[in-house]
């Protein structure tokens, strides 16, 4: 059984001469290019109300562009038991603390052992939710809370409340480098002009817009509270990345290691293992999609973190003999 998928935009006049398939890629970067390709061939998209075959059929701008694509069901996706972490469920949301190395869909290379092939075990009615329920997704390397949908009625609530912007996400993280201060970065982000499977700034990006505030000092490093505004695919790591201060341990849009001047070998032996972007998404706060009731969760850094924080710590207190703690981040967030 198939799923409709239901898209429609204007191919903004920024996209002028481009190829209908590169501008439905720029529009509906949920969507890989191959899948938007088939659709595209398959006679399911119309420009200006006609339909169009062609992957390289030129755009003058301004076009209306729409989708009618299919979708297999979830159903083919396996079930398997996988331990997860529930840290709250009624009838119409779960919220799921993700541990690190654990992949939210399955995809080419991983097609079981994910976490929505652990949903469908937990739950089999979650096959007839969109992408099994979940709403918002967390990359393979970053730990931390996210909301799942059991109803179609709280998967359309919840997508609504993340479009206009009313789930607060704040994550904790650790970057390279020392920013004098917090700040926000609006910045557009869309795919890589030349690495598919990457993100990057780019003018012909989807708004997005990072909060940071500075939580503690270290040497070379500092520890982040960071809020989002929009959720764009790697948007912290792209955003932090693009500002001069890429999260620790990013092997995708980090730079390469540099150890502490004078650090001890403890410390140096354990930046070297750290192999993942040190992000966790530490708390979330939504209103419940049927009660409307405010509601808030939090979840403590993973054990790797707090180990790197830890040893940053006592750095600073070998290399300065005191032990800077402070909090700098606003009473706000």
Sequence with gaps: MKNEVALSG???????????????????????????????????????????????????????????????????WQANDIPLNIVYEDDSIMIIDKPIDLVVHPAAGHENDTLVNGLLFHNPSLATIPRAGIVHRLDKDTSGLLVVAKTLQAHANLVDQLQSRKVSRIYHAVCCGEPVSGATIEEPIGRHPKHRKKMAVHPLGKEAITHYRIHERFRNHTYLRVKLETGRTHQIRVHMAFKGYPLFGDQTYGQRLKLIPNASDELNEFMRAFKRQALHAAELGLAHPVSGELMQWESSLPEDMLALIDLLREDVENAYGWDDDEDYWDDDY
């Design 10 to 76: 204007a191919c903004p006049d920024e996209c002028r001469g481009q190829r209908l398939d590169q501008v439905l890629g720029h529009l509906f970067d949920d969507y890989s290019r191959s899948r938007l390709q088939q659709w595209i061939k398959d006679g399911l998209v119309k420009v200006d109300g006609k339909i169009i075959t062609k992957n390289r059929h030129k755009l003058l701008g301004g076009e209306q562009l729409e989708v009618q694509g299919l979708i297999e069901e979830h159903g083919e």
